[in-house]
């Protein structure tokens, strides 16, 4: 199965975070996201925790999903994003969102925005984000929210890392096409229904700038259970229902990665995720 992925809680003793994480590389996944609310009491700062996990790991590749912009200035979301890739090598993707919850976010400092001023503020950061990965001596980006000013950007990061987009509504999503490198939509949010044209709104932005739609990653964050009982009810079945369910979503809308953010019982699940489902839906692909 094209990106093997799955979850690590951000919530927690310390100790939680740092075991799941462990048991997510030990059963063969390879891709653990984090959330980023610092506004919740309860939840450790997003960088912070990847940081720490990544130094305890050897493989697996983190993402925070996604990135609170309102609360992190792009330059300095950006610099970190590289440090973080330099220093445990081609294990970040940098993951990006408008924001949300604006009463907590303005609570912290952080500016209150309607919807069509927050997509064009997660625009021009994308610029910013680029020109501070770019290697150049200096660089300098003049917009209505952000703006830098000369800055000499450093450290360089590997070609690997790039801006994954949480996106949904229209202009989000032909943004992600246009200048993003991967979309990590929640099924919470944007249900099997939607899914199909979002997908070909995507699709078409990245054909409007020339890029190849095949080329981005199309992550795609599922909750659920996987139980011993059948169910109508999508990702909460058995295995072969969850493997069919996968290996549909690969073939009729090219998603080509998954996140699982288990219900309940995450260490069991996250085992049975990575031991039973990802082996089975990459033999039903590669056959």
Not at 128 to 135: A, E, F, Y
Not at 139 to 167: D, M, N, Q, T
């Amino acid at each position: 199965m094209p990106g093997r992925s799955a979850w690590a809680a951000c919530t927690g003793r310390w100790r939680q975070p740092l075991r799941i994480t462990q048991q997510v590389e030990k059963a063969g996944l390879d891709l653990v996201t984090v959330q980023d609310h610092p506004y919740q009491p309860r939840f450790y700062d997003a960088w912070t925790l990847i940081s720490y996990l990544a130094g305890a790991t050897w493989k697996v590749t983190f993402v925070p999903t996604v990135a609170n912009l309102p609360l992190r200035p792009p330059a300095m979301l950006a610099k970190s994003a590289a440090s973080l890739d330099v220093l445990a090598p081609g294990r970040i993707q940098l993951g990006l969102g408008t924001g949300a919850f604006w009463d907590a976010i303005e609570a912290m400092g952080g500016p209150r925005r309607e919807p069509k001023e927050a997509v064009a503020a997660l625009d021009e950061a994308i610029d910013i984000t680029r020109l501070m990965w770019s290697g150049e001596r200096s660089v300098r980006f003049k917009g209505e929210r952000y703006s830098i000013s000369g800055v000499h950007p450093g450290p360089a990061p590997s070609p690997g890392l790039g801006i994954w987009l949480g996106a949904y509504g229209p202009r989000m999503l032909t943004l992600t096409g246009r200048k993003a490198d991967g979309w990590m939509p929640s099924y919470g949010f944007l249900g099997l229904d939607r899914l199909g044209d979002a997908v070909a709104r995507v699709d078409a932005g990245a054909r409007e700038a020339d890029r190849d739609p095949a080329s981005l990653r199309k992550i795609y964050n599922l909750n659920g259970l996987i139980s011993p009982v059948e169910s109508t009810v999508p990702f909460q079945g058995t295995v072969r229902q969850w493997v069919d369910q996968l290996v549909s979503l690969v073939g009729e809308y090219g998603m080509n990665g998954f996140v699982y953010w288990p219900d309940a019982d995450h260490l069991r699940q996250l085992t049975v995720f990575a031991l039973e489902v990802v082996p089975a839906v990459r033999a039903a692909l590669v056959g």
